[in-house]
Nanobody
Framework: QVQLVESGGGLVQAGGSLRLSCAASGPTFSGYHMGWFRQAPGKEREFVAHIRWSVGWTYYADSVKGRFTIARDNVKNKVYLQMNSLKPEDTAVYYC????????????????WGQGTQVTVST
């Protein structure tokens, strides 16, 4: 069982930056690949970024490529999402998720989810 807790969300002006953190706990976190997803009001949950367990290979949604960076610290059991040049359309609840599967962007393949953290970008 893996428990995930996100933090770092908030209100920011367009063009600003935020850094989200996801703290993982549980005896079996080792070997999990991690992802960030987001869900805006009235919209489906969408993939944002993914990072593999060991080699740190990353993958991003086109909408955030070049602006967001995902990173992980396997010693501290944390995953981060650095978000720069934020736009109003980035407003959503952001979730981190964990998977052992050979996947990246499919939400249904992630077994564990955090409770989410709200990010609001104002104009």
């Amino acid at each position: 069982q893996v428990q995930l807790v996100e933090s770092g969300g908030g209100l920011v002006q367009a063009g600003g930056s935020l850094r989200l953190s996801c703290a993982a706990s549980g005896p079996t976190f080792s070997g999990y690949h991690m992802g960030w997803f987001r869900q805006a009001p009235g919209k489906e949950r969408e993939f944002v970024a993914h990072i593999r367990w060991s080699v740190g290979w990353t993958y991003y949604a086109d909408s955030v490529k070049g602006r967001f960076t995902i990173a992980r610290d396997n010693v501290k059991n944390k995953v981060y999402l650095q978000m720069n040049s934020l736009k109003p359309e980035d407003t959503a609840v952001y979730y981190c998720a964990a998977t052992r599967g050979d996947t990246d962007s499919r939400a249904r393949d992630y077994a564990y989810w955090g409770q989410g953290t709200q990010v609001t970008v104002s104009t």
